[in-house]
């Protein structure tokens, strides 16, 4: 099992900046594709981004792509989430989690999951 631990949330305005990292409790983080999905109120757990386990290929949801950019540090064993432009539409709870099935873009394919680090952005 792997722990993971969300921060960087907070309340920020639209056209903002945030940067969210993911903090992993073992090595073995380093095996696994990572993944950050949110969850609006009332809405499904939806994909944001996803990075390979060596951090060469990643992977982008069409709402936030040129917006986001996720990168991980191994030697940290740490992912990160940076978010530019924000809108209020991307006012959720952010959730990192750890891939064990073949998908990149669904829930299910995931295991593993922090806690959330909820995200405002006002109009």
């Known amino acids: 099992q792997v722990q993971l631990v969300e921060s960087g949330g907070g309340l920020v305005q639209a056209g903002g900046s945030l940067r969210l990292s993911c903090a992993a409790s073992r090595r073995t983080f380093t095996h696994y594709a990572m993944g950050w999905f949110r969850q609006a109120p009332g809405k499904e757990r939806e994909f944001v981004a996803a990075?390979?386990?060596?951090?060469?290929?990643?992977y982008y949801s069409d709402s936030v792509k040129g917006r986001f950019t996720i990168a991980r540090d191994n030697a940290k064993n740490t992912v990160y989430l940076q978010m530019s432009s924000l809108k209020p539409e991307d006012t959720a709870v952010y959730y990192c989690?750890?891939?064990?099935?073949?998908?990149?873009?669904?829930?299910?394919?995931?295991?593993?999951w922090g806690q959330g680090t909820q995200v405002t952005v006002s109009s």
């Open positions: 990075i390979s386990s060596g951090g060469l290929n990643t």
């Open positions: 989690a750890t891939r064990s099935g073949s998908s990149y873009y669904t829930p299910k394919a995931y295991q593993n």
